[in-house]
């Protein structure tokens, strides 16, 4: 065969491929925009359609591959899923692939429109096809954009909340050795929640708040410990560095039997640390962790991590959620502060939250619900404070965590503080579920018998109501008193109380049942 003939050869058969592609492309404007609608719906047929069958075939089949590998590990691969979420290095790569995964998406409904639009081309359908593609692809690049965005969100909270082992310090913290299964010995967790107030007009941090939440690590089963903030004789255990400086206790013995604001529990978190730095050991909070040591003590648990919230942070994570909704059973103040009797130096409320069923609070309201106490005891704040827990864990439901992520992930990362590691983070995520899903109740200390003032508290029979009450396989409850109705139904109800020394369901201590109905 002659070079001429081989290259005639050559030659003529592009023009045949020409030919059957043109045959593909002999459509309407219309037809050409609603394949590309089905291109971008199913990634790869408009090559298929557009006579590029081998090519849109692999793509097609990538996709569902990608698709039903997708469904497969979310389904069948849980804890691989929770590694990933609070894993930094991983979620960066996460991210990548989002994006490259998102340009591919672009490139295909393009290359596919290019390839299924008319041979001949008036202006006005080559605009019409062009905005058509275009809105398709700012289609993608949105929730693309948003996917990454919120997989980096996830990625800064957790290297900013959650510090490695190695990367952090603790006086306290448990060493876990099998960090996939922390709770394999651990029947129950135990977990110190601090409210700290460091706003503007205090001195240093005091920690209003101080809870403990003791969760069961097999069904999420949680009993909630309010500790009173005028609690004075702090204990610490006969092994601790700081027994040997309070063995009877924080207080001042040479003030004798009176109050003593700066021995409260409220003030050991900024006062132990500055008059015995570094007594502990190492530690990135002294003051959490002389809290974790005391409360312990008190309440004859051993506590294994702390969470403390900024109580001014708490506004932002509560207005991110989208707000709590709660039942209010008599008027709480917003602002004031109560000098003592007989004073006239009181600063009185600003406002009231007024009383009434299902009150959607947002951040600011949802704080002042939690900590107002001018004109009310510090047993009505304890029980609104874990009434707020409640509904914050109510209103922590999948929708809201997946359209308001990135807000919630930024909130959080200004609130929280902890000594969890990052190292057990998947469990802790898995145990959290859980707890959404399960009981949780209130344990009664019993006031009147065990603390009636903050001066001598009984730590031992608190610490044995506490012992009791996590033991036994159902909550003790009263039988007596009018049935509740759960908070939903707006009704006025009357709880049954709890006899001292028992627990209470949540939903019934915070259903709504109004003081003057």
């Known amino acids: 065969m002659s070079r001429s003939t081989r290259a005639t050869g050559r030659r003529s058969a592009p023009k045949g491929n020409r030919s059957r592609h043109r045959a593909y492309r002999t459509r309407t404007v219309s037809k050409a ?4 609608l089905i291109s971008a719906l199913v990634p790869g047929s408009g090559f298929v359609m ?20 997708a469904a497969y590990i979310g389904l069948t691969k849980r804890d691989a899923v929770l590694t990933l979420a609070v894993d930094p290095s991983q979620l960066l790569i996460a991210t990548a692939a989002v994006v490259v995964l998102g340009l591919l998406w672009i490139w295909i409904v393009v290359a596919s429109h290019k390839l299924l639009r008319p041979v001949s081309l008036t202006a006005v359908g080559r605009l019409a096809g062009s905005a058509f593609v275009g809105l398709l692809c700012f289609g993608i690049a949105v929730p693309t954009t948003v996917a990454a965005q919120t997989v980096m969100a996830q990625r800064d909270l957790v290297g900013s909340v959650f510090a490695s082992e190695g990367n952090s310090k603790s006086a ?11 709770w394999e010995n651990t029947p129950r967790l135990n977990l110190l929640l601090l409210g700290a107030d460091d706003g503007a007009g205090r001195e240093g941090t005091r920690t209003d708040t101080v809870m403990v939440a003791s969760i069961d690590t097999k069904t999420g089963d949680t009993k909630l410990i309010s500790l009173s903030r005028n609690w004075m004789r702090m204990p610490f255990p006969e092994d601790s560095p700081l027994h040997k400086f309070y063995p009877d206790g924080f207080y001042d013995p040479s003030l004798g039997n009176v109050e003593q604001p700066e021995y409260y529990l409220d003030a050991m978190y900024r006062n132990l640390p ?10 990135d909070n002294e003051g959490a962790d002389v809290l974790k040591v005391s ?23 509560v207005d991110a959620l989208g707000g709590i909704t709660v039942n209010i059973n008599y008027r709480v103040p917003i602002g004031g502060d109560y000098k003592g009797p ?8 600003k406002d009231y939250l007024e009383p009434g069923p299902d009150q959607k609070l947002n951040g600011h309201d949802a704080l002042w619900f939690a900590r107002g106490r001018y004109g009310l005891d510090d047993a009505s704040r304890q029980e609104r404070q874990r009434c707020t827990i409640h ?33 057990i983070l998947p469990a802790f995520v898995e145990l ?11 344990i009664d200390l019993d006031k009147k018998k065990n603390f009636p003032t903050g001066k001598n508290p009984d730590y031992e029979a608190m610490a044995q109501i506490v012992q009791n009450a996590i033991s036994a396989k159902k909550p003790v409850a009263s039988t007596t008193g009018t049935p509740t109705k759960k908070p939903s139904t707006g009704k006025p109800v009357t709880p049954a109380k709890p006899p001292a020394g028992g627990t209470e369901d949540l939903s019934d201590a915070c259903a709504y049942h109004p003081a003057n109905p």
Request: glycine fraction near 10%; aromatic fraction near 4%.
């Open 342 to 349: 007989g004073s006239a130096d009181d600063v009185l409320p």
């Open 50 to 69: 557009g006579g590029r069958t081998k090519l849109g075939a692999f793509v097609m089949t990538l996709s569902v591959g990608l698709l039903a590998l």
């Open 391 to 423: 509904a914050i864990v109510n209103s922590a439901n999948p929708r809201t965590l997946v359209t308001k992520y990135q807000q919630i992930a930024s909130a959080s990362k200004k609130l929280l503080q902890t000594d969890i590691p990052q190292e």
């Open 172 to 182: 306290t913290r448990p060493d876990v050795e099998n960090k996939k299964d922390p």
């Open 432 to 442: 959290a579920m859980k707890v959404k899903g399960a009981k949780v109740t209130n």
């Open 295 to 317: 409360a312990g003590a008190a309440l004859g648990l051993d506590i294994d991590y702390y969470m403390q919230v900024n109580l001014k942070g708490f506004e932002s994570i």
């Open 274 to 283: 500055a008059a015995h730095p570094g007594v502990l050991g190492p530690s």
């Open 33 to 36: 925009i609603g394949l590309t």
